[in-house]
């Protein structure tokens, strides 16, 4: 049961002075611009990493859904923020860390319980998968 998503993506100019636009294939984003000074400088618009961000802080607590849920104690509510870090390395850049915070509503089980099933969900989502090796993936994770 494999599915595939597609992004399209353009860019115009030189690094530091153009600019870019790129639409997913779902449609939930369409035409969005992005810029080196938003990426390297911390402006105001999106980039990659938090792209990538935006879909670790959403894939980790759809593991983590899976593993309450499998261990009979489902989930109330999750909320997670994933804070990517994207830094020089060497002569080029690259994201060096990854910061997960979890917080969660669930009935029937304690701090450390939680904790645990957080970190399986870490290491078992496909975007950690994707990034291992390569990117450091911490977790902060507690009872709300």
């Known amino acids: 049961m494999a599915t595939e998503k597609t992004a399209n993506a353009t860019w115009e100019g030189t690094l530091a002075e153009g600019s870019g636009r790129f639409s997913l294939g ?7 611009g992005v810029t080196w000074k938003d ?3 911390g402006g105001e618009g999106t980039s990659p990493e938090e792209l990538i961000a935006g879909a670790h802080a959403s894939c980790v607590l759809m593991a983590l859904a899976g593993v309450l849920a499998r261990a009979d104690t489902p989930p109330t509510r999750l909320e997670s923020e994933a804070k990517a870090t994207f830094d020089k390395v060497g002569e080029g850049f690259a994201i060096t860390k990854m910061e997960l915070r979890i917080r969660g509503e669930v009935d029937g089980i304690d701090e450390e319980t939680f904790r645990q ?3 399986g969900a ?3 989502c496909p975007v950690t998968q994707a990034l291992k090796g390569n990117v450091e993936v911490t977790l902060d994770a507690a009872l709300a």
């Open 26 to 32: 779902s449609g939930a984003v369409t035409d969005q």
């Open 122 to 124: 870490k290491e078992n």
């Open 39 to 41: 990426r390297a400088e």
């Open 117 to 119: 099933a957080a970190e």
